[in-house]
């Protein structure tokens, strides 16, 4: 069983900066993707960022030259830095883990973590 847990969220000021971690645990061979999603209260759950085993990225639009996602591979562990926070990023942030098991491939989320952006 493989479980990404994330740390890192809480409340800030409009303008400030977080930084979000996940670790994926458990018997996994390798992390294939790890990415970040958030979802705002009535709101549908989308991408923020997400990394690759060569290195690419991929961001949200509304994220761009605010946010960057890194990962330590050894460690099975991905970094979210969140500068210039604004109160619509907002959300409670979910990591997701694409990773190899003996099972085979398959995706795993964390339990969330919540933001708080004041105005």
């Known amino acids: 069983q493989v479980q990404p847990v994330e740390s890192g969220g809480g409340l800030v000021e409009s303008g400030g900066s977080l930084r979000l971690s996940c670790r994926a645990s458990?018997?996994?061979?390798?992390?294939?993707?790890m990415g970040w999603y958030r979802q705002a209260p009535g709101k549908q759950r989308e991408l923020v960022a997400r990394i690759v085993i060569g290195g690419s990225t991929d961001y949200a639009d509304s994220v761009k030259g605010r946010f960057t996602i890194s990962r330590d591979s050894a460690a099975n562990t991905a970094y979210l830095q969140m500068n210039s926070l604004k109160p619509e990023d907002t959300a409670t942030y979910y990591c997701?883990?694409?990773?190899?098991?003996?099972?085979?491939?398959?995706?795993?989320w964390g339990q969330g973590t919540q933001v708080t952006v004041s105005s």
């Open positions: 997701c883990v694409i990773g190899l098991t003996p099972r085979g491939l398959s995706d795993y």
């Open positions: 458990g018997n996994i061979f390798s992390t294939n993707a």
